[in-house]
């Protein structure tokens, strides 16, 4: 099959960005550790960012669910450790709330009004990939799934990388796309070989054997309408192509790699995509990598051994700590709390 015209165009992009940050990073940061196994146990996730806009006239109910997250923002929510960062726009006039600059034009329908961008540090689109009414089941929706915690419990369970194909509805599609995943990923999981660290004279870094799981999920969930979010607005031009199917290889701590689409879900691909996640992690700094997260409810770092602690960096995790900084130095925008 020839690869879709899109998926080869962002494919040629990532390699020659990738060739890029080895050739400037494996220098300083190279490490015989493979990307899955290094990404799972050393990079933390990156928040998302949520405005929600206040009028301060909520009923009761509503104030709970912002004080809800307030807390899972600054970590004090132990039963939903959420990658996501809290920005609270409050003001009693609705026409200054409605002229923030987050809200990218749009008019809240009403009030408290949520939206959600990817994290302010990756590379993504800066439109909001959700915007409603902030209400409980919005709010659950937003913060955890069925697939999300069965993909968080693949990669706890050390599976190297999850190929979740999001269907187009188109059953044929999917149905030949799903067959061809299945057998170049089991393929794959038989012939490739991870990343040996005994050539840099480590033989003590036990090295987690390659599992490959697939599986599928409808864009029709509406279990996962906030994930389906998530997923196909991860590239900017992904809503173009919604009636084709799309395959996303989800790895470390629920990041997405990149999406293949339509024709461009062939075995060349999906092999290059494989090579990459199961080869050595040439740069352990995550955001010179490839991928953006998506929002788990998980202690990833609680359920985790860390193994490879001799290749981790002063800070391999995401920007989180920065982005603290930045927050304690001043604000976006005055009346964000």
């Not at 919604?242 to 990149?258: H, T």
Request: proline share 6%; charged share 25%; aromatic share 8%.
């Amino acid at each position: 099959m020839i690869p879709h015209a899109v998926s080869t165009v962002k494919y040629l992009k990532f390699a020659i960005l990738l060739a890029g940050v080895i050739a400037i990073a494996a220098p300083a940061a190279a490490c015989p550790i493979p990307v899955y196994q290094y990404s799972l146990e050393w990079w933390e996730r990156d928040p998302y960012e949520v405005y929600v806009f206040d009028n301060e006239n909520l009923t009761e109910e509503q104030n709970g669910l912002v004080e809800r997250l307030k807390r899972i923002s600054e970590g004090n929510e132990e039963n939903t450790p959420a990658n996501i960062r809290l920005r609270l726009v409050r003001s009693e006039s609705e026409d200054r709330l409605r002229a923030h600059s987050a809200l990218r034009g749009e008019e809240p329908e009403t009030f408290p009004w949520m939206v959600v961008y990817y994290p302010s540090i990756s590379s993504h689109s800066r439109e909001p990939i959700w915007m409603g009414e902030l209400t409980e089941d919005n709010l659950n929706s937003l913060l955890d799934s069925p697939k999300r915690q069965e993909i968080s419990s693949l990669l706890l369970d050390r599976t190297s990388v999850v190929w979740l194909l999001l269907e187009s509805g188109n059953s044929s599609s999917d149905n030949e796309a799903a067959a061809l995943i299945e057998e170049e990923v089991q393929r794959l999981e038989e012939t490739l070989v991870p990343s040996d660290p005994s050539a840099f004279a480590l033989d003590d870094i036990p090295i987690f054997d390659i599992k490959f799981e697939t599986m599928r999920m409808s864009r029709d969930d509406d279990a996962e309408r906030m994930f389906v979010e998530m997923l196909t607005k991860s590239e900017v031009d992904l809503h173009e192509y919604e009636d084709e199917p799309m395959l996303f290889p989800l790895f470390g701590r629920g990041l997405i790699m990149y999406a293949l689409v339509g024709r461009g879900i062939n075995p060349y691909m999906i092999r290059d995509a494989a090579e990459f996640l199961t080869g050595p992690c040439s740069c352990t700094v995550k955001s010179l990598n490839p991928g953006v997260d998506i929002i788990t409810s998980v202690d990833w770092a609680g359920n985790i051994d860390q193994v490879s602690e001799d290749f981790a960096t002063e800070d391999p995790g995401g920007l989180g700590g920065f982005m603290d900084s930045v927050d304690q130095a001043g604000q976006e925008e005055p009346g964000i709390e």
